[in-house]
């Protein structure tokens, strides 16, 4: 069982708003990950982190912002919501060996955004 | 560009029958491979992953299959249980791209008691 966490579960919010999702990890991983996922559908990579003061883009544009200061903690931020950005948000992290490895995923957030 | 896909959007399978989900990859790179399951309202869990050095590998319950030649991967439950009803993505990754995972779209496992 994965020790990854992410906060909240839920959230409705209305448009304009700051909104920041928690994801932690007690594993000590390096990499961790956020993905988007629409019901139903595939999850696409927004955002990425190798280390503490490591973050990059991935494949999907987004218009959130990660931050890494520590280990096990990796937030994303939207400055100000919209209802385009309605969807769940999954957090993942995995071991640093320098090859593919296993992802471990939290819960995820559902974000509804009015 | 490359791309993950599954055959089959939903599958539905009698309980004790055994089921085999199916995938295909583009890249010719893709050297590791992992199945995920998610339930509704749940993140992605783990299943069973395989490297491209092999073409089979087994877990409780469940089995893998790699053909690079065709580039097919497979997933095989054994006897199938009310509690294997989900979606299962497959997805891949090559050492080029940074170890970042490629996921498929998902098919949709119904066990029919």
């Known amino acids: 069982e994965a020790d990854i966490y992410q906060t909240p579960r839920y959230l409705v919010i209305g448009t304009g708003k700051k909104i920041t999702l928690e994801c932690s990890q007690t594993?000590?991983?390096?990499?961790m990950y956020w993905y988007q996922q629409d019901p139903g559908m595939e999850l696409h990579l927004i955002h990425y982190?190798?280390?503490?003061?490591?973050?990059e883009k991935g494949d999907l544009s987004s218009e959130s912002t990660v931050s890494r200061i520590r280990t096990e903690h990796f937030p994303l931020t939207l400055e100000s919501a919209r209802p385009s950005h309605t969807s769940q948000y999954l957090c993942a992290s995995s071991d640093r060996r320098g090859v593919p490895d296993t992802q471990y995923f939290g819960p995820g957030t559902r974000l509804t955004v009015l | 560009g490359e791309s993950v896909g599954l055959h089959l959007p939903t599958l539905s399978v009698q309980e004790g029958d055994n089921s085999i989900i199916n995938c295909a990859y583009s890249?010719?790179?893709?050297?590791?491979f992992i199945w995920y399951k998610q339930e509704s309202g749940k993140g992605p869990q783990f299943i069973i992953d395989i490297r491209s050095n092999m073409d089979k590998r087994q877990g409780q319950r469940v089995t893998v299959l790699l053909n690079k030649t065709v580039k097919h991967l497979s997933l095989q439950i054994a006897a199938t249980q009310p509690g294997d009803s989900a979606v299962y993505f497959c997805a891949e990754s090559d050492y080029f791209g940074n170890e970042k995972l490629t996921f498929g779209t998902g098919t949709r496992l119904t066990i029919i008691p």
């Open positions: 594993m000590g991983h390096d990499k």
């Open positions: 982190s190798y280390g503490v003061n490591s973050t």
């Open positions: 890249n010719s790179a893709s050297d590791y």
